[in-house]
C-alpha cells in the first residue's frame, strides 16, 4: 500500500534554514502536501505541489520535488521560533484519501 | 476565521463502551472525514462521508466504526465497543472539494481517547 516515510526530529536555530525530507511510494500521487500542527491545534495545510511540479516557492516556504525519486522537501528560509511545530507530509492516494507520514518535529531554539 | 470545532477534547472509558466523538465541520464545506493518530504512529485515514454517505473508507473503519451527520451540523464517529487499540487522537477535517484535488482539508484539535 501507499507508505510516506519521514524524518522524526530536527533541531535548528533561529535564523537558520530548515529542511525537512520525505518519500513516498505512490507514483499516482496527484498533489503532495505539508501540513503543520502547532502543540493543541489541528493539522493546518501549509502548502502543497502539484505532481507535474519540481519546485514551488512561497515567501519563506520552498517545496522541492523529486518525482524520479518519490522525494519531497520543505525549506524553510530564516527559521523562527514560531516555526516549531510538527510538519506532516501527506500525499493523495485516492478520491479523497491523504496519506500521511508521521510527523516532523522541529524544535527551533533562539 | 470558520474553523472545525470537536469534542470532547478528551475521553476516557473503559474498554467494550461505546463511544461518540462529535464534529461541528465549517459551515459551506461538503466532504468531512475522520483521521486518526496512534500516540508514535501515523496519522491514518479512517472515512470520508458526502452527500450524507460513506465515499470511501479504509481497512480500519470495520463494524465497529459508524458516521452519521445527524441534524446537518454535527457529524459524529461512533465506535461500538471500543478496544484498547482504538486509543488514538481521532481528527475530524472537512472540505469544500475533495483532498485529492487541493480541496484544503481543516482539521479540528482533535478528540483524544483513552480507553482502560
Known amino acids: 500500500g501507499e507508505d510516506v516515510e519521514q524524518s522524526l526530529f530536527l533541531s535548528v536555530r533561529e535564523g537558520d534554514s530548515s529542511v525537512i525530507n520525505c518519500t513516498y511510494t505512490?507514483?499516482?500521487?496527484?498533489?503532495l502536501y505539508w501540513y503543520k500542527q502547532e502543540p493543541g491545534a489541528g493539522l493546518q495545510l501549509l502548502t502543497y505541489?502539484?505532481?507535474?511540479?519540481d519546485m514551488k516557492q512561497d515567501q519563506r516556504l520552498t517545496v522541492l520535488l523529486n518525482k524520479k525519486d518519490k522525494h519531497l522537501s520543505l525549506r524553510i528560509a530564516d527559521t523562527q521560533t514560531g516555526d516549531s511545530a510538527i510538519y506532516f507530509c501527506?500525499?493523495?492516494?485516492?478520491?479523497?484519501?491523504?496519506?500521511f507520514g508521521k510527523g516532523t518535529m522541529l524544535l527551533v531554539s533562539p | 476565521e470558520p474553523e472545525v470545532t470537536q469534542t470532547p477534547s478528551h475521553q476516557v472509558t473503559q474498554m467494550g463502551q461505546e463511544v461518540i466523538l462529535r464534529c461541528v465541520p465549517i459551515s459551506n464545506h461538503l466532504y468531512f472525514y475522520w483521521y486518526r493518530q496512534i500516540l508514535g504512529q501515523k496519522v491514518e485515514f479512517l472515512v470520508s462521508f458526502y452527500n450524507n454517505e460513506i465515499s470511501e473508507k479504509s481497512e480500519i473503519f470495520d463494524d465497529q466504526f459508524s458516521v452519521e451527520r445527524p441534524d446537518g451540523s454535527n457529524f459524529t464517529l461512533k465506535i461500538r465497543s471500543t478496544k484498547l487499540e482504538d486509543s488514538a487522537m481521532y481528527f475530524c477535517a472537512s472540505s469544500e472539494a475533495t483532498g485529492g484535488y487541493t480541496g484544503e482539508l481543516f482539521f479540528g484539535e482533535g478528540s483524544r481517547l483513552t480507553v482502560l
Open positions: 501527506a500525499e493523495n492516494s485516492g478520491y479523497s484519501t491523504l496519506t
Open positions: 505541489i502539484f505532481s507535474n511540479m
Open positions: 505512490d507514483s499516482s500521487s496527484t498533489y
